[in-house]
């Protein structure tokens, strides 16, 4: 996706605040033409072992993702590239290799610098393997569904 048009936000914000700004980054990503986006599911690959899953994704460079929210705390490692991400944190930049924690309730708008290797890895106590179950388990589409605030002033991303 062209990323002239995707300006990360100022790191200070107030939380509910950051969080509008990310959805609408999130919307502006989805409404770019055919062409111009990623495609929203970039190749995935689902990791099981015994209690635990973990998901690789392979990103682009010069491309611009905004990940899902995360339900719990977990692990993640870039294991291969560089990549800037916002959060309602602020900015932190990741260059291969690489390993930091997530908390609940994350939802990061990513730029990848150069191809990028995610992967995140999640408790999976009950060994669940049915892969759109483990998504629903450790993945929410709106901050709502955690209990998390979000500004309702829609400002224009430019």
């Not at 973990?54 to 705390?73: D, M, N, S, Y």
């Not at 602020?90 to 924690?101: C, D, K, N, Q, V």
């Not at 998504?135 to 500004?151: N, P």
Request: net charge negative; charged share 20%.
């Amino acid at each position: 996706m062209e990323t002239n048009v995707i300006e990360m936000p100022p790191a200070n914000l107030p939380a509910p605040i950051a969080r509008q700004k990310i959805m609408a980054i999130q919307h502006a990503c989805q409404s770019m033409p055919d062409g111009q986006r990623m495609d929203e599911s970039p190749p995935l690959k689902h990791w099981l072992a015994p209690g635990i899953y973990a998901r690789e994704i392979h990103l682009p460079g010069g491309t611009v993702v905004v990940g899902k929210i995360h339900r719990h705390r977990h692990f993640n490692i870039i294991s291969q590239g560089k990549i800037t991400c916002y959060t309602e944190f602020g900015l932190e930049t990741h260059t291969a290799p690489s390993s930091f924690i997530s908390e609940p309730g994350t939802k990061r708008v990513v730029f990848t610098h150069e191809d990028a290797i995610w992967t995140t890895i999640h408790s999976n106590p009950g060994n669940e393997t049915d892969i759109p179950t483990l998504e629903d388990m450790f993945t929410a589409y709106e901050y709502a569904e955690l209990g998390m605030e979000v500004s309702e002033s829609m400002e224009v991303i430019k």
